[in-house]
């Protein structure tokens, strides 16, 4: 189970930081990531962080404004926000993939609005 917080109403220009608690069968995991869908718009890759190596990942129109880290017990993961647009207003989701299957498990979704 994946459990999301964090989302909220932000003017242009502030921060956010969301949280993804993980539990139960997502011990089988290797890889978190945050995705995010705005009104009218397809699901799209934020960043992700695998939980060995750390080694991260991000989606361009978010590099040098948005870190995705995790906690050291390997339960959290986090998604700083920084620098925020109205361009960034969307659901955004938590996933958790499995070796070799993608993302199985996701999280119910935390709502960042940004105004301008």
């Known amino acids: 189970q994946l459990q999301a917080s964090g989302g909220g109403l932000v003017q242009a220009g502030g921060s956010l930081r969301l949280s993804c608690a993980a539990s139960?069968?997502?011990?089988?995991?290797?890889?978190m990531g945050w995705f995010r869908q705005a009104p009218m718009k397809e699901r799209e890759f934020v960043a992700s962080i695998r939980w060995s190596s750390v080694t991260t990942t991000y989606a361009d129109s978010v590099k040098g404004r948005f870190t995705i880290s995790r906690d050291s017990a390997k339960t959290t993961v986090y998604l700083q926000m920084n620098s925020l647009q109205p361009g960034d207003t969307a659901v955004y989701y938590c996933?958790?993939?499995?070796?070799?299957?993608?993302?199985?498990?996701w999280g119910q979704g935390t709502l960042v609005t940004v105004s301008s």
């Open positions: 139960g069968s997502t011990f089988s995991t290797y890889i």
């Open positions: 996933a958790a993939g499995v070796m070799g299957r993608g993302y199985v498990y």
